[in-house]
T-cell receptor, first 115, second 109 residues
Framework: DAGVIQSPRHEVTEMGQEVTLRCKPI?????LFWYRQTMMRGLELLIY????????DSGMPEDRFSAKMPNASFSTLKIQPSEPRDSAVYFC?????????????FGDGTRLSIL | SQQGEEDPQALSIQEGENATMNCSYK?????LQWYRQNSGRGLVHLIL?????REKHSGRLRVTLDTSKKSSSLLITASRAADTASYFC?????????FGQGTELSVKP
């Protein structure tokens, strides 16, 4: 079975440009999570969705970040305008249900570099 | 804020040796999860241990949990070069899975 699919795997762009990261969760999974990983801050949850509805976006760093899930098989994380401090690896994860006993399934991430 | 803190931050061993990684956490939990991350890849769930369990095994992995000390350990026996990765503990808090900073394990052939 296909796992969580993220694209692109790498993105290099200049400061001020719009960046769009994409994620296809595992079919049948009702929960989708966006994380950011940096050396300084580790793995941070940005936002998560249940049945395409955003549930908690308290981890979104600022208004330049937005996320959408127009249907059960697709989500985007957008940064506009991008800044060098946004450089990180962004992961998408999904799970069939959420809660304390549920493992999450991660994609291989998008490595984002803002010059 | 980080719920779990792994120790050590980095560990280097020879193939065949055992590797032990520790995780400490701050608040009470219902369970604790361990994940592995290979270089350039996403996290992979390894094992979940519930608060009423003291020890759990999965292949060459052995996880212990001491809720009185708020700590857990992950033991990898007979390590292989393919075990080279970062290992993270994670606990559920406030509706979210919170990850520690991880232990970077290097297994030399």
């Amino acid at each position: 079975d296909a796992g969580v699919i993220q694209s692109p795997r790498h993105e290099v762009t200049e400061m001020g440009q719009e960046v769009t990261l994409r994620c296809k969760p595992i079919s049948g999974h009702d929960y989708l999570f966006w994380y950011r990983q940096t050396m300084m801050r580790g793995l941070e949850l940005l936002i998560y969705f249940n049945n395409n509805v955003p549930i908690d976006d308290s981890g979104m760093p600022e208004d330049r970040f937005s996320a959408k899930m127009p249907n059960a098989s697709f989500s985007t994380l957008k940064i506009q305008p991008s800044e060098p401090r946004d450089s990180a690896v962004y992961f998408c994860a999904s799970s069939p249900i959420t809660g304390q006993n549920q493992p999450q399934h991660f994609g291989d991430g998008t490595r984002l570099s803002i010059l | 804020s980080q719920q779990g803190e792994e120790d050590p931050q980095a560990l280097s061993i020879q193939e065949g040796e055992n590797a032990t990684m520790n995780c400490s956490y701050k608040t009470s939990i219902n369970n604790l999860q361990w994940y592995r991350q290979n270089s350039g890849r996403g996290l992979v769930h390894l094992i979940l241990i519930r608060s009423n369990e003291r020890e759990k095994h999965s292949g060459r992995l052995r996880v212990t949990l001491d809720t009185s000390k708020k700590s857990s350990s992950l033991l990898i026996t007979a390590s292989r070069a393919a075990d080279t990765a970062s290992y993270f503990c994670a606990t559920f808090r406030g509706g979210k899975l919170i990850f520690g900073q991880g232990t970077e394990l290097s297994v030399k052939p």
